[in-house]
């Protein structure tokens, strides 16, 4: 059954260590809009608190999440056992994207390792967790994780990469601007 916490506990942050894959889930106000779910893996996810994780985000495809957080805030990320103790854990409440540019830029971005391609920092001040039984969820063996993101980053380089960014991470797939210069993070909806 389903259990509510205030914040995260000893316990789930262990749960959240063991984790080699997590899923970010964002959406726009607009109801015609796209609802984004990225599954996220490297060893890019921190648990600053009790009521405050970050990962590093790795340049890609698209820039959903920043988007939508430039948008409105709102941020669910999840973690789902495929091991044997099925569980599902959903963190809740008001993300932000910090760039390097940013004044926290250097506090938050000590927490990581440096990887390839890096190119923001998303936070998630945690409003509500969620655990549920996950008993539905496959058994999986971990094999490795992937190398290809970092390797392709290693490739483009910085100015590559800088050019990808800019030609690729500017605007959701529905055209909503993934940074937003004109407001604070506290004056967005």
């Known amino acids: 059954m389903a259990k509510i916490y205030s914040e995260l506990t000893p316990p789930l942050e262990r749960f959240i260590a063991k984790q080699h894959l997590f899923f970010t889930g964002t959406a726009p106000l607009a109801s015609n809009g796209s609802i984004n779910v ?24 698209g820039n959903e999440t920043a988007a939508h957080l430039s948008e409105n805030g709102r941020l669910t990320i999840m973690f789902c056992s495929f091991a044997e103790k099925p ?55 971990y094999k490795q994780q992937r190398n290809e993101l970092i ?22 797939v529905d055209g909503l601007p993934a940074y937003d210069t004109g407001r604070s993070p506290s004056e967005r909806v």
């Open 38 to 61: 990225s599954p996220k893996g490297i060893d890019t996810f921190r648990c600053l608190n009790n009521n405050t994780v970050a990962y590093l985000d790795l340049t890609g495809s």
């Open 87 to 141: 569980t599902i854990l959903r963190l809740y409440g008001k993300g932000r994207v910090v760039r390097s540019q940013d004044a926290d830029w250097q506090d938050l971005y000590r927490h990581f390792d440096s990887i390839p391609g890096e190119r923001q920092i998303v936070v998630l001040a945690i409003q509500r967790v969620q655990t549920s039984c996950g008993f539905g969820v496959p058994l999986f063996e």
């Open 151 to 172: 390797a392709w980053a290693e490739r483009k380089g910085a100015e590559g990469l800088e050019a990808y960014r800019q030609k690729n991470n500017q605007t959701s």
